[in-house]
């Protein structure tokens, strides 16, 4: 029997990066801790990363190559699996175009730098993400307005947070980490929350705004409005940083306080009081989650909340929201290879001409994929290769997302488990946990770090997504190293570290500089932050934000309210699952066992439900059913509800993923996407409820 080890990683069973030490005995995980001498962690971790053991070792978990043969899951090699796979892509592009193949991913294992390569050195534009209404969303929007992606600069000590529309200690969104903006929220900030349910932050706020769901973008407004009529904008920035004030200016005079109030449900005396309290409490920051991203408001709204940090002198300084700098690593465009796809390709990019945005940073977005699969224009895809994503379970209008990829002639996917997507595939390819990974971690992000992710087992006969994407590659010709390790040698060149030598010095952080645009102003065309923005001018969008109403709500659509009388705020997140993930892990699915939707008191009372009731939640688009929590913080014309579930101890290849599934309820029409994004309005729509006849 071997001695206990102890192998330090990171984990990524959520957004990533926490420090962990794996206890490993006879080659088994027996069991993580967090590793205190993480640099952004400190030793913390939450559920779902402390149950990865219960993932990684799970008796249903897939461990090896299958292909489907007359509708059942036969047991193949990794040579049969990716022969069939690069056979039939090379069937597809000679009769087709590489552009008729899609390639798409989750949420991430960090495998983005080779994902893209493949698809890049593949020739097909059509790469298939979360990211237009999740994060890369937020990029982009950043990218044409500030240069960079700003982070709150929670290490160097905000004296205000703005918490809008997130709840870092159940997701640690993607650059942060729960407990850094505990620590720092703990050492005295003032905390403004946002957020149409109150929560536990919103609780522990010095305020609580309580906005009709889809309004943010409005209230930013709001706060601007104040900003400007008393004056609490930093001038000497604004006159030299700022391109556009005069014009912005006018755009926000169309938004009196009375009007937002109107719009947005928060009492006007509420918003001059956050905006008051933000402007004038130095440094502060903005940290903002998905909930803005996800409506057709997408873009407009990054824009203003960036002006918001610009415009009260807030803009990388420390503990305000900042850009950090990388460490001296091969980026992810480098390694992707972006260059290497032919102009003619790029140009066919689905969606491209319309999303104009999400073309810009070389992603398409679901409904674009799905039209193509379902009516062959503007061409038909033929096949595709999903990489840890369910669109099943977390894509708007999830049956016109089941149809689609029904109907494709040939669906490869990689993952853990047969998920109600997986189910649909024709190949699966096993990929390994964090656990079973050696990797550069977080080098894509924008929080300064690179964290070394090291193999602590190997399970089965499952590949890192990294191996897999190489190796696929390799079969089709492609240019790629021999290993995993000589792959991240490459990225690790320009700090002068081999894998080898990176991984026992565990990360490596950027040199932070602050107010680096009084250098080098900002990487924008007119090297200021565009609050008028001559990208989106020059395509023929408004320059300026706006708020835009969505385009299901009472506003919009008052005739519906009859039959659909409550909005429907869809999202609502678990510090136990990731999105769809991990319904079938026992120690989480303890915790929740059912899907939640919360009502407010008076409105289960109209409709004779009470606590624990199995409820129907209704819209135009369909019906699903969760179960009720009461919640008075929760106001009575909105109910919120989970989304990701499906039922894995359902053994039939849908896995239930029609019962409780909210995207079954939300739509992905065009009149209800971003305008150059694509960002599906998942959030914002309207519902009803009853109790459901069988409890």
């Known amino acids: ?26 080659g088994r995980v027996i069991k993580v801790e967090g590793d205190p001498e993480s640099p952004i962690s400190h030793g913390s971790m939450c559920t779902k990363g402390l149950a990865i053991t219960q993932l990684a070792y799970h008796p249903d978990r897939i461990i090896h190559p299958m292909k489907k043969v007359n509708g059942k899951w036969k047991r193949i090699t990794w040579d049969e699996a990716l022969d069939t796979i690069s056979e039939k892509f090379e069937e597809v592009i000679k009769e087709h175009g590489a552009e008729s193949i899609v390639v798409g991913q989750g949420t991430g294992r960090d495998y983005e730098s080779h994902l893209y390569r ?22 982009g929007a950043t990218l044409i307005t500030c ?9 160097t000590g905000p004296e205000c947070i703005v918490m809008w529309a997130c709840n870092p200690q159940w997701t640690n969104p993607d650059e942060y980490k729960g407990e850094g903006f505990w620590r720092a929220y703990k050492k005295g ?33 709001g706060f601007f409005n104040v900003i400007i009529d008393e004056g609490l904008y930093d001038k ?14 006018e755009r926000v005079r169309e938004y009196p306080l009375e009007r937002v109030e109107e719009i947005t449900w928060v009492k006007k005396e509420l918003i001059a009081q956050a905006a008051q309290i933000y402007a004038t409490t130095k440094p502060a920051c903005i940290n903002w989650g998905v909930p803005t991203e996800q409506t057709l408001n997408c873009t407009d709204c990054t824009r203003l909340l960036t002006g918001l940090m610009a415009a009260t002198g807030n803009l990388d300084l420390p503990g305000g929201n900042v850009f950090f700098v990388a460490p001296p690593l091969r980026t992810v465009s480098q390694f992707s290879r972006h260059k290497d796809l032919p102009t003619e390709q790029r140009d066919k990019r689905l969606g491209g001409d319309q999303y104009k945005l999400a073309s810009r940073v070389a992603l398409i977005t679901p ?11 503007p061409y038909p895809l033929k096949a595709g290769l999903l990489c840890g994503t369910n669109p099943v379970a977390t894509r708007a209008n999830a049956r016109e997302a089941y149809e689609a990829l029904e109907k494709l002639e040939f669906l490869a996917v990689i993952d853990f488990f047969l998920t109600p997507t997986a189910e649909l595939a024709d190949i699966f390819l096993p990929a390994g946990t964090w656990l079973e990974q050696n990797h550069v971690a977080d080098n894509w992000k924008r929080h300064g770090y690179a964290i070394a992710r090291q193999k602590a087992a190997e399970i089965g006969e499952a590949w890192q997504d990294h191996k897999i994407f190489m190796e696929l590659g390799k079969k089709m010709g492609q240019e790629w190293w021999n290993t995993v390790e000589d792959a991240l040698d490459y990225l690790l060149e320009p700090s002068g570290l081999t894998w080898e030598e990176f991984k026992k010095k565990g990360y490596l952080k950027g040199d932070q500089v602050y107010r680096k645009y009084e250098h080098k102003g900002f990487s924008t065309p007119t090297g200021k932050v565009e609050l008028y923005s001559t990208i989106l001018e020059k395509w023929g969008r408004d320059p300026l934000p706006r708020y835009t109403e969505i385009p299901e709500s009472p506003v919009s659509t008052p005739e519906l309210l009859k039959k659909y009388p409550y909005i429907l705020n869809a999202g609502l997140r678990t510090p136990t699952f990731f999105h769809s993930a991990n319904r079938m892990i026992p120690w989480l699915r303890e915790i929740r066992p059912d899907p939640i939707v919360e009502i407010h008191p008076d409105t289960a009372k109209t409709h004779d439900i009470t606590e624990g009731d199995w409820v129907y939640i209704e819209s135009p688009r369909g019906r699903i059913k969760q179960r009720a929590r009461l919640n008075t913080g929760v106001d009575p014309r909105v109910v919120v509800a989970e989304h990701g579930w499906w039922y894995p101890e359902i053994k039939d290849p849908g896995h239930g993923w029609d019962i409780s599934n909210i995207n079954l309820l939300t739509d992905n029409s065009y009149e209800s996407t971003d305008p150059v994004m694509g960002a599906t309005s998942l959030r ?12």
């Open 684 to 695: 914002v729509l309207l519902c009803n409820i009853s109790p459901c006849e069988d409890q």
């Open 118 to 139: 493949f698809a890049n050195l593949l020739g097909t534009p059509n790469v298939l993400t979360a990211g237009h209404m999740c994060y890369v969303s937020r990029v």
């Open 236 to 249: 000497e920035f604004v006159k030299n940083y700022i391109n556009g004030w005069e014009e912005f200016k």
């Open 189 to 221: 900030s003032k905390l403004i929350v946002i957020d149409p349910r109150k929560g536990f932050l919103a609780k522990k706020a010095d305020l609580w705004l309580q906005l009709r769901p889809g309004t943010d973008a409005a209230l930013a407004f």
């Open 367 to 377: 409904k674009a994929a799905w039209d193509a699969i379902l009516t062959g224009n």
């Open 147 to 155: 240069g960079n992606l700003p982070v709150c600069d929670y290490d």
């Open 1 to 26: 029997m071997e001695e206990v080890k102890k192998i330090k990683t990171a984990c990524r069973s959520c957004h990533g990066g926490c420090g962990v030490i794996a206890h490993v005995k006879d």
